[in-house]
């Protein structure tokens, strides 16, 4: 897949995923959300770019953290996320939230001119994450601080049999090295490869619930990076792809519904 063809499958598959992103993933991908946002340590009056921002989760509790004084960016490559996060900040009368469709690898901002870079749960669906990362490192002010987190390994990811069981059935890569960045220090490596200083790790295992089939199979397929391609499924191809995906998480199944193992990465570092 070219990098042009990988932005477009993002940008429309995460226009499909959006309305129903918050339903699937809210609770779930809240405590890497919230070992992010400590790790950024966010103070009063700070300017903040939250990168690949989706529906807003790290978005309004950061405009909370840096107040009136304050300004937040947010900025995604999808323009129905962008919305979604502009929706939440006017309806919480944070004025001083401004939500954008942007390019991650190339940021439509004045250099060093933000405190704290945030990339939550983004950097491994950009074409060129060295390129993404490096434009953080630009738009922060010296000492400024940048915060990214990924999905970790694939191998503490339960439900990563996703892909496959979709590649199968359009004959594309949804999500090229999907879990590459989550991968040893690969992350780290990275943020420092883009010029970035005293760089720390945290990794945190988590399950992921969903209580029946209905929520497990919404969120693997309507709610997440695969939304498009799904889209395209007819009847016969759906219930197929359901099945297989219960098959791969049957493992997970409880009496009280699924818990799916999951890892994320969180790597922080300062711009010197």
Not at 131 to 149: D, I, Q, T, Y
Not at 170 to 179: R, S
Request: proline residues 5%; contains cysteine; hydrophobic residues 40%.
């Amino acid at each position: 897949m070219t990098p042009e063809l990988q932005r477009r499958v993002q940008r429309y598959g995460w226009d499909r995923a959006s309305d129903h992103y918050e339903q699937y993933w809210r609770e779930q991908l809240a405590p890497a959300q919230r070992l992010a946002l400590e790790a950024a340590n966010l103070h009063r009056g700070d300017n903040v770019i939250d990168v690949a921002c989706g529906t807003g989760l790290v978005t309004l509790p950061a405009a909370d953290a840096v107040g009136p004084d304050g300004f937040v960016l947010a900025t995604d490559i999808s323009g129905r996320m962008v919305e979604h996060t502009q929706g939440g900040a006017d309806a919480a009368d944070f004025s001083w939230v401004y939500a954008q469709r942007m390019d991650a690898e190339s940021l439509t901002v004045n250099d060093a001119d933000f405190d704290v870079a945030m990339c939550v749960l983004g950097l491994m669906y950009v074409p060129d994450p060295y390129a993404a990362a490096s434009e953080m490192l630009r738009a922060l002010k010296p000492g400024g601080r940048a915060v990214n987190a990924v999905w970790g390994a694939r191998k503490n990811c339960g439900w990563a049999e996703i892909f496959p069981i979709v590649d199968a059935r359009v004959n594309t890569d949804v999500c090229p090295l999907f879990f590459q960045l989550g991968t040893g220090d690969s992350l780290a490596r990275t943020m420092r490869n883009a010029g970035f200083q005293d760089v720390e790790e945290r990794r945190i295992n988590v399950d992921l619930y969903y209580p029946d089939e209905a929520s497990a199979i919404g969120a693997a397929f309507a709610g997440g990076p695969v939304a498009l391609a799904y889209a395209k499924f007819d009847d016969e191809t759906r219930e197929s792809a359901h099945d297989e995906y219960l098959q791969s998480i049957e493992p997970f199944r409880r009496a009280d519904g699924y818990h799916i193992p999951g890892e994320f990465v969180v790597v922080s570092g300062i711009r010197p």
